[in-house]
């Protein structure tokens, strides 16, 4: 079983900043693609930002792309999600998710609860 845990979210003001970590941890010897989603009240989950095993490649959505950086951490199988300059339509619950680099949740294999990300006017 793998544990995935988000941390970092909170509130924040239009045109600020976070960092989101994730650290998924466990009886596991696999380095894991990892990727971060989000979903706000109303609507569905929805791809933000992927990075593969070795943190040669990313993926990021066309909503957070050149505001928001995925990277991996030292530590095997975290990865951090910078976003800057933050709009009121970032606000969602972020997951952390492990096991692949797509940007189709189903292709996941782990979850974690998610962080709240409130942007504020």
């Known amino acids: 079983q793998v544990n995935v845990v988000e941390s970092g979210g909170g509130l924040v003001q239009a045109g600020g900043s976070l960092r989101l970590s994730c650290a998924a941890s466990?009886?596991?010897?696999?380095?894991?693609?990892m990727g971060w989603f989000r979903q706000a009240p109303g609507k569905e989950r929805e791809f933000v930002a992927a990075?593969?095993?070795?943190?040669?490649?990313?993926t990021y959505a066309d909503s957070v792309k050149g505001r928001s950086t995925i990277s991996r951490g030292n530590a095997r199988n975290t990865v951090y999600l910078q976003m800057n300059r933050l709009k009121l339509e970032d606000t969602a619950v972020y997951y952390c998710a492990a096991g692949s680099a797509s940007v189709s949740p189903v292709l996941y294999r782990y979850w974690g609860q998610g962080t709240q990300v409130t942007v504020s006017s």
């Open positions: 466990g009886r596991t010897s696999s380095t894991y693609s």
């Open positions: 990075i593969n095993w070795s943190g040669v490649s990313t």
